[in-house]
């Protein structure tokens, strides 16, 4: 039987962050990229739950169950690789589409 090739995935996992509440006393949410090796898209998803239980359980955080997977389509990863895409369908103008979906404000990013 050959031996099956490992790809490059990137993953995206969501979740709420225990400790920490915002001024408003609302809940903390976090999403995280990662990049794994994996023989197919099936198998990707399984590494990618694994480590966001791990991570979930070492950072004092609680992972959601949503794993998001994008397979890359280089061989290897260097500068500037995409390692996380995801296409969204809307009938909002580009500014309406970025405040509601990327830029609500709510987001902890730095400027």
Known sequence: MPKRIKEWYGAKTVYRVFTTLNKKGHKVYE????????????RAIQVAEK???TYAKESECHY???VNVFKLSEDSITELTE???LMRDSKLTDEKSLDKFFDTGLERTQR
């Not at 990229?33 to 099936?42: N, P």
């Open 51 to 53: 480590e966001a239980k």
């Open 83 to 85: 390692v996380f895409s």
């Open 64 to 66: 959601l169950g949503y």
């Open 31 to 42: 999403e995280r990229v990662i990049v794994l090796r994996a023989t197919s898209f099936g």
